[in-house]
T-cell receptor
Framework: GAGVSQSPSNKVTEKGKDVELRCDPI?????LYWYRQSLGQGLEFLIY????????KSGLPSDRFSAERTGGSVSTLTIQRTQQEDSAVYLC????????????FGPGTRLTVT | KNQVEQSPQSLIILEGKNCTLQ??????????LRWYKQDTGRGPVSLTI?????NTKSNGRYTATLDADTKQSSLHITASQLSDSASYIC???????????FGAGTTVTVRA
């Protein structure tokens, strides 16, 4: 079946602009995660959605970052007033249940802020 | 702070040879440890998962070991193939909140 998809695959933006990254999880998966992968560093947790529960936003690095998950499916990660240090690969993952279940990752969106 | 350290950072091996990647962690209390393979431009894909009571687990030519006492894991690749060229990421989960702690990965390059 279809895996996790993300769009766009690549995004180049100017410093100060806002960007939106999209994630389509695997159908039926109730949990959705966003991670940031910077060069030479491990994946950094950003935010976690589980069903209708309030999301765990503890990993968001600043108030310029926000995410929504509409209808329990598609999610959008928004970065406002982008900075050069926001340049990274943003990965989305989904899983059947809550934390502890196998996470399936999308291909990521490579964001470059110039 | 829960940490996962991987070594080496990168390695180059000839096709057909074996290699071993290392992972040390400080995550506590421990739930499980996964090894992921990440091809360039792709998301990570799970290779193995081990819980506290498991010492070794294989997936084809990939064999993972776990020593929960010393908090060390290894991933052994046997008879490497060109398609094994990728980043291998060690990921540890805590029973506290099941948040995942990721290593920075080992980049493996297999050359013909």
């Amino acid at each position: 079946g279809a895996g996790v998809s993300q769009s766009p695959s690549n995004k180049v933006t100017e410093k100060g602009k806002d960007v939106e990254l999209r994630c389509d999880p695997i159908s039926g998966h109730t949990a959705l995660y966003w991670y940031r992968q910077s060069l030479g560093q491990g994946l950094e947790f950003l935010i976690y959605f589980q069903g209708n529960s309030a999301p765990d936003k503890s990993g968001l690095p600043s108030d310029r970052f926000s995410a929504e998950r509409t209808g329990g499916s598609v999610s959008t990660l928004t970065i406002q007033r982008t900075q050069q240090e926001d340049s990274a690969v943003y990965l989305c993952a989904s899983s059947h249940g809550s934390r502890g279940y196998e996470q399936y990752f999308g291909p990521g969106t490579r964001l470059t802020v110039t | 702070k829960n940490q996962v350290e991987q070594s080496p950072q990168s390695l180059i091996i000839l096709e057909g040879k074996n290699c071993t990647l290392q992972c040390n962690y400080t995550v506590s209390p421990f739930s499980n440890l996964r090894w992921y393979k990440q091809d360039t431009g792709r998301g990570p894909v799970s290779l193995t998962i081990m819980t506290f009571s498991e010492n070794t687990k294989s997936n084809g030519r990939y064999t993972a070991t776990l020593d929960a006492d010393t908090k060390q894991s290894s991933l052994h690749i046997t008879a490497s193939q060109l398609s094994d060229s990728a980043s291998y990421i060690c990921v540890v989960s805590s029973t506290n909140d099941y948040k995942l702690s990721f290593g920075a990965g080992t980049t493996v390059t297999v050359r013909a």
